[in-house]
């Protein structure tokens, strides 16, 4: 366990399962206390359960990111349990995917209520710790779709504002030593990929292939890349680090 993060707390929303499950793991691994949210609190205990067996420390709650009172009163009960939280993953995310003429208003609300106004009310609740603290760590997860991604308006609307999003915070509280970044992942192999593969009716395992015969490093992403880079950005070294989105897609992107 790493001095510095022995006793720092770190949020991950959207921890039930996928890329958020990973990265609360592999924060757990480097010694930080871990609080897991997500609407399925159930999945989210199950690893909270196995931080705690392994010796770290970690709780479960259930929090719907969009509702201010939730976002508000949960953030406080892991200040209560878990101490001051320094470091805060905004993960939650959903999918409407549909093009445009098929979209209707609550699949773009829905995602832009998650995404969006989610890592808002995560991170003005989170930053009042991080600013008394005089340390902090905010780490938004975008996409690859924000540069544009066929029948994803919403998603990819919702991802290219939290890079905006991310660029503005980390103007605002770099002064309180609080470092603010985003990774966009490319191609991740995780329930909600496999949910667009159902949707265009491709077989999961064709539709892996299919991307990764398109990557430079000849593989579509896991979790733990993105689980790694996060433990990156939220560490002591990348301190100097803040306001840039990172690309995780096995090779260049626009």
């Known amino acids: 366990m790493a001095a510095e993060t022995a006793s720092r707390v770190a949020i991950v929303t959207g921890a039930a399962r996928g890329i ?23 999945s989210c205990a199950e690893a909270a359960e ?3 067996a392994s010796g770290g420390r ?8 969009s509702d201010s ?33 098929k979209m209707t208003d609550d699949d773009w609300d829905a995602v832009m209520n ?11 609740a989170v930053q009042k710790f991080q600013t008394e603290q005089g340390w902090g760590r905010i780490v938004n997860l975008s996409s690859t779709s924000a540069l544009g991604n066929r029948g994803q308006a919403n998603y990819a609307t ?31 192999a995780t329930e909600m990929t496999a949910a667009t593969a159902a949707r265009i009716k491709v077989d999961f395992e064709d539709f892996k292939k299919a991307a990764a015969s398109q990557i430079p490093v ?14 990156f950005l939220v560490s002591e070294g990348a301190g100097f680090v ?5 690309y995780v897609a096995g090779g260049p992107k626009d």
């Open 69 to 101: 009172e939730q976002v508000t009163a949960v953030v406080q009960k892991v200040a209560d349990e878990l101490g001051a939280p320094t470091v805060l993953v905004n993960n939650a995310g959903i999918l409407r995917d549909n093009l445009l003429f």
């Open 58 to 65: 970690a709780l479960a709650a259930a929090v719907d990111v």
């Open 20 to 42: 958020g499950a990973a990265t609360a793991w592999r924060l757990a691994q480097d010694g930080f206390a871990v609080a897991l949210l997500d609407l399925d609190v159930e």
């Open 242 to 246: 803040s306001g840039q989105v990172i």
């Open 158 to 188: 919702a991802k290219a504002g939290l890079q905006g999003f991310t660029k503005t915070l980390a103007i605002e509280l770099g002064k309180f030593g609080v470092t603010v970044n985003a990774i966009a992942p490319g191609f991740i």
């Open 50 to 52: 196995k931080i705690n």
């Open 218 to 231: 000849a593989r579509v992403g896991t979790p733990d890349d993105i689980a790694h880079t996060v433990s």
């Open 114 to 124: 998650v995404h969006l106004r989610g890592a808002f009310l995560m991170s003005r």
